[in-house]
């Protein structure tokens, strides 16, 4: 492998875990009947398929004040079974940027089997599949378990410190999908005559009958940016049952879970290719 090659397939995986936290806390998550960063439930019985448009936002305000606005698209899907692809753009994209260009960005591809008690991720560029299998039962499911305390607070949920705000906002209706919202505000430390001010502001909508996060708004107030995910191009329809396989050809790897997507270690140079005699 050319050290080029291995320089892409470095940054990639650098890219993928900081968008997943940790390929472990996904496989568990998996398990569990939830995928990590996209908050999409491994519900059986509702199908779907969607696109989820992320916007970041950044003022530039060291500089001229310029707005700087970045489209990122994530294809998401689950089968009637709840199994759940999610196949993330990971490479750098245009501000607007065209079809072809979204075609042929680089990505990374996770599958969700829970029933199998699998965890599938896929590597295009290189055609390799790395599996991460758990025999083990799925814990007993609970009611809302993401949409519970880890997201809305409740009857059981520790109070919160005084750095933290959360204010219910209600149901509210996005294009026929019914959707839970919640504020979620933090302070600043109190200045000296003891009052805090909002520094960060993160606004959730979920939907409990899909079992997916609709909306997310997170603000920076203090460095004046902001992150949206918004779900659009909602089919209810069942996707095309090859996409929670491995496509014919790839390798396959199996590794325990702690193992998946790591960093690969830089290959060793060549005479040739380092330019030693």
């Known amino acids: ?46 199908p779907f398929s969607a696109v989820q448009l992320q916007t970041e936002t950044e003022t530039d305000t060291n500089g001229d004040g310029q707005t700087h606005v970045r489209t990122r698209p994530t294809f998401v899907a689950r089968g009637e079974s709840g ?52 025999p083990t039962p799925a814990p007993e499911r609970r009611v809302n378990y993401v949409w519970g305390s880890g997201r809305f607070p409740n009857a059981r949920t520790k109070p919160l410190p005084p750095e933290r705000q959360f204010e219910d906002l209600g149901e509210k209706d996005f294009d026929g999908v019914l959707a839970h919202g919640g504020l979620w505000t933090t302070l600043s430390e109190p200045n000296d005559a003891g009052v805090r001010t909002p520094v960060k502001t993160a606004e959730v909508w979920i939907s409990e009958e899909l079992e997916v996060t609709v909306l997310e708004i997170r603000e920076d107030l203090v460095k004046r940016s902001e992150g949206r995910t918004r779900l659009t191009k909602l089919l209810r329809t069942e996707p095309d049952p090859s996409l929670f396989e491995i496509p014919e050809g790839y390798a396959i790897k199996k590794v325990p879970p702690r193992q998946m997507m790591k960093v690969p270690p830089k290959p060793k140079e060549t005479a040739a290719e380092s330019g030693q005699p």
């Open 1 to 46: 492998m050319r050290i080029g090659s291995w320089t892409t397939i470095r940054k990639t995986v650098i890219a993928i875990a900081a968008f997943l936290l940790g390929a472990t806390g996904c496989g568990a998550q998996c398990k569990r009947g939830i995928i990590g960063f996209d908050m999409i439930g491994t519900r059986e019985g509702s």
């Open 83 to 134: 199994r759940v692809r999610i196949e993330r753009i990971t490479s750098g994209l245009s501000d607007d940027p065209a079809e072809e260009e979204i075609r042929n960005a680089q990505r990374v591809i996770m599958i969700c089997d829970p029933n199998a008690g699998k965890f599938i991720h896929i590597m295009s560029m290189v055609h390799i599949a790395e599996v991460s299998e758990d």
